[in-house]
């Protein structure tokens, strides 16, 4: 942040709504000054309001005036502090969106001693005055960004302090026990035990095991927070194309019927069940002797390792006609799930229209596992999506557990448990009071950078900075 007091003592500017025309728009003024300056230019309806003795989280209708012009006619919120959003004095002017007017209201004020805010520094200002903790902080970036049902739904979790009191709850019971070994080395001498070792050793594993419950639940919420990336692979021809834009209702893939026309990868999200998936349309894989193809069809492999859910797509005509002597696709699907036992992989039959009603029935019910379908014909889609949507809400999300989608936080989270650990190991050893003690400080450290118990100017200069300002 460019001010380097850490009290932010004076007032800042900006426009809280987005840039542009529009109805309205929202500038907020936050800090010691914030109601004074206002209350210099405000003229109310009746001309004789005073901003400053009027009470918090009321609304006032009058004009924004510099000197006998009258800048617009705008309705004032007043919110004192500490009960404000920033903990200070806040003021917010809603004015018509006209990008003039805009301009005219924010340069008034910064010509008269306010400053403008710096990305996400009203935020800050909120962290700073303990109306809320860190993860809360950056759990607001998280929500203004959110763009599915999933990622607002973890956002308002964090940003409701499900996260923090987890954490908070964890660091205060190690917190107390640290306090007790921290005593025993003043006692050193005397060779005084003040720390039970046996609750001690349950405490750490109470510790460990929901450090790494939240751990594990980061694969999942970044996913869910970013979009669950889903490779659409097979063979070339079997209509992964042809898929894609049927789900995405778009022509956005090359559809042909030469083999090997998709040489890289093509991707698009779409929103299912308020999850948003990131589907990647891959090249065909067969051998070949086109280097480019051949490029393609590494980076298909690549998509694979790198997606949460893999649609494995086969050809129904090609499926009807296996024989001994043609045992099947060059991509099998046990081969598939052999080789990547951990994905979740969903075998669909595609171009049903091909077949005859007996034929179609007789696959489905040799396979009634399989999802059937027509991507030309977009017949079975619904089939697909229903079971996309299935697999989704078997996840954590829809038991209401904390789910980290933080990546800061998954670094912070894995070095605690590394350090309560080594706690563990070193009580179990009987390592002295005084190197447990250090481990102990370090996990303590690690779980405080994550609520901001722990700070400093770079580690929030790197989180505010990422804020749109006006937040």
Same mark, same amino acid.
């Given at each position: ?19 542009? #025309? ?31 003795? #009027?009470?918090?989280?009321?609304? $006032? ?21 500490? $009960? ?25 004020? %910064? ?73 025993? %080395? ?16 349950? %405490? ?63 991707? +698009? ?72 036992? +951990?994905?979740?992989? %969903? ?125």
């Amino acid at each position: 942040m460019n001010n380097t007091n850490p009290l932010y003592n004076d007032t800042i500017i900006a426009l809280a709504t987005s840039s542009g #025309v529009g109805a309205i728009a929202v500038i907020r003024l936050s800090g010691p000054e914030a109601i004074k300056k206002i209350n210099r230019f405000f003229v109310s309806r009746s001309g004789k309001k005073d901003l400053t003795k #009027v009470k918090s989280h009321t609304i $006032h209708l009058g004009n924004i005036v510099e000197g006998e012009r009258i800048i617009d006619e705008v309705l004032v919120s007043i919110f004192k502090n500490p $009960h404000s959003y920033t903990g200070e004095d806040v003021a917010e002017i809603s004015c018509h969106g006209s990008v003039y007017i805009q301009q005219e209201i924010i340069q008034l004020f %910064l010509k008269n001693g306010v400053r403008h805010a710096n990305p996400g520094e009203f935020t800050l200002r909120a962290f700073l005055s303990g109306k809320m903790d860190l993860s809360q902080a950056e759990a607001v970036a998280d929500l203004i960004s959110s763009d599915s049902k999933a990622s607002h739904q973890i956002a308002m979790q964090q940003m409701r302090g499900g996260f923090s009191n987890e954490i908070e709850n964890l660091r205060k019971q190690l917190l107390d026990f640290a306090s007790l070994i921290e005593l025993e %080395l003043d006692f050193a001498e005397e060779d005084i035990e003040f720390a039970d070792r046996k609750q001690f050793l349950e %405490l750490v594993a109470r510790i460990q095991k929901l450090l790494k419950s939240l751990i594990d639940s980061f694969a999942y919420g970044n996913v869910l927070k970013n979009g669950i990336p889903v490779a659409i692979v097979g063979e070339p021809n079997v209509g992964k194309s042809t898929l894609l834009n049927a789900l995405l209702n778009d022509e956005k893939a090359i559809v042909s019927h030469i083999a090997g026309t998709t040489r890289d990868a093509i991707e +698009d999200d779409m929103t299912i069940g308020g999850v948003t998936y990131r589907f990647i349309d891959t090249a065909g894989l067969r051998d070949t002797e086109d280097h480019v193809e051949k490029i393609g069809i590494r980076k298909t492999y690549e998509n694979i390792e790198k997606a949460q859910l893999v649609l494995h797509l086969m050809d129904a005509e090609q499926i009807q006609n296996l024989t001994a002597d043609k045992p099947g696709s060059k991509i099998s699907n046990k081969n598939l799930r052999n080789q990547y036992p +951990d994905k979740e992989i %969903l075998t669909i039959i595609n171009k049903t229209d091909l077949l005859s009603e007996a034929d179609h029935l007789k696959l489905k019910t040799q396979n009634p596992k399989l999802i059937f379908l027509s991507a030309r014909n977009k017949t079975g889609i619904d089939v697909l999506i229903h079971k996309l949507t299935e697999l989704a809400n078997t996840g954590i999300l829809s038991n209401n557990q904390t789910i980290v989608s933080n990546s800061r936080h998954f670094e912070a989270l894995n070095n605690a448990l590394q350090a309560i650990t080594d706690v563990q190991r070193g009580m179990e050893q009987g390592v002295s009071s005084d190197l447990v003690a250090i481990d102990i400080r370090e996990a303590l450290y690690q779980l405080g950078l994550i609520s901001g118990a722990v700070t400093n100017e770079d580690l929030l200069g790197n989180i505010f900075q990422n804020f749109c300002i006006g937040k």
